[in-house]
C-alpha cells in the first residue's frame, strides 16, 4: 500500500464495537464538533486542538505533575490539581511522570496510513459478521478530506464503512465523507429549528439556516441512494416526547429512510466532563423510563419503520 499522508485530528480508535453500524466494528474517532451537545458523551471530542485530562479517582494527588510542568500550567486545589488549558502547550512532561495513569491526552494528528493499520487489524472478525470500520467523532464531516481519504482505503481492502454524523456540514464536505461509505448514521436530534440552533456552536452565523442544511443532506444523500438510517438519541426535556418522534417519522418517510435506531441517554461519558474541568448540565438527569422507549418504538414501527435501540 502506498503511503497516503493525509493527516486529521484523531482522538480514539476501539475496536469490538457492536453499535455503530452492522455487525463487528472498529470505530475511529476524529476530535472537533460544531455542535456542543450539552448531554454529549464523548465531551472530550468538542474542541478541535488536543487537551490534558486528569483523571480525578485515579490520581493520588502525589505532586509530581506539577513540578515538571514547563509552563506551570498545574495547580493543586482542594478539588484536585487544576489545569490551566491556556498555558498548556501538551508537552507531555505529566502525563510521562504520573505512574498512576491518571494523566491522558486527548487528540493527536495522525496519517491516513497510521490509522490504516489498526482499522484493518480485525479483518476476520468483520468478514464473519459483515463488520468494518466506522467513523465517529466527534464531528468527522469537519475533516472531509482525511475521511475521504480513510474510507477510500477502507473500500480498497473491502471493508464496509459506515459514518456517524450529525449532518451540520456544506454539501461538498458532506459528500467527501459519504462518498465511499455504505451506511450512514445520520443523528436527528431535533427537526425545530430554533431548538438546533441552541446546540449549534458558535455565532447567529453558524445558527441561522443551521437545520435547513441539516436536511439538505439526508435528501441529497437519499436521492442518490445512498443507505441512510436515522439516529435519535433521546435526550430527557429536549426530544423526549410522541411530537419529536412523529417529525422524525414524517422526515424519514418523505426520504425513504428504513430504519430508526433510538439511543436513549446514558452518562457513561460523566467522569471525562470533570477530567477535563468541563461543567456537565445533565449530571443529575434521570435516565429514559424503558416504558417511554417502548412507547416510540411502537409509533416508529406502526408507520412501517424498522426501529432499533441501540446505544
Ligand atoms: C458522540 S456522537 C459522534 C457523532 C456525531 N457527532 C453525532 O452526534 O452523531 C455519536 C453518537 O452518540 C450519541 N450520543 C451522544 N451523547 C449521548 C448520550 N449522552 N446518550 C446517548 N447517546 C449519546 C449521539 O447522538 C450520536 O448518535
Ligand atoms: S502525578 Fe498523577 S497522581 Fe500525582 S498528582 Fe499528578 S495526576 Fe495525580
Ligand atoms: S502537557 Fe506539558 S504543558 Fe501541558 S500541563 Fe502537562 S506538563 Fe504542563
Ligand atoms: S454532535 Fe455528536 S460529538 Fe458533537 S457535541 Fe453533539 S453528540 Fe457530541
Redesign the pocket.
Known sequence: MNKNETTGMVFNIERYRIHDGTGIRTALFLKGCNLVCPWCCNPESQHGTGEVA??KN?????????GVCPQKA?S?SVR??VIDRQACILCGA?KE???????EIYGEQKTVSEVMEPLTKDMAFFMRSQGGVTVSGGEPTLQADFVNAVMRECKNECLYTALETCGLATWENMWKCCEYCDEILFDIKTLIPQQFAEIVAGGIDMKANALEMVKNNVRELCRLGKKVVFRCVIIPGFNDNAEHIARVVAFAKENGVKQIDLLPFHQYGKHKYASLGMDYRYRDEQAIKDEEVEGFVRQIEENGILCTIGG
Do not use: D, W
Not at 58 to 66: A, K, V
Not at 97 to 103: E, L, P, R, V
Open positions: 486528569i483523571h485515579l490520581c493520588r494527588e502525589c505532586g509530581s505533575c506539577i498545574i493543586p484536585g490539581n505529566c511522570k504520573c505512574t498512576y495513569g491518571a494523566i
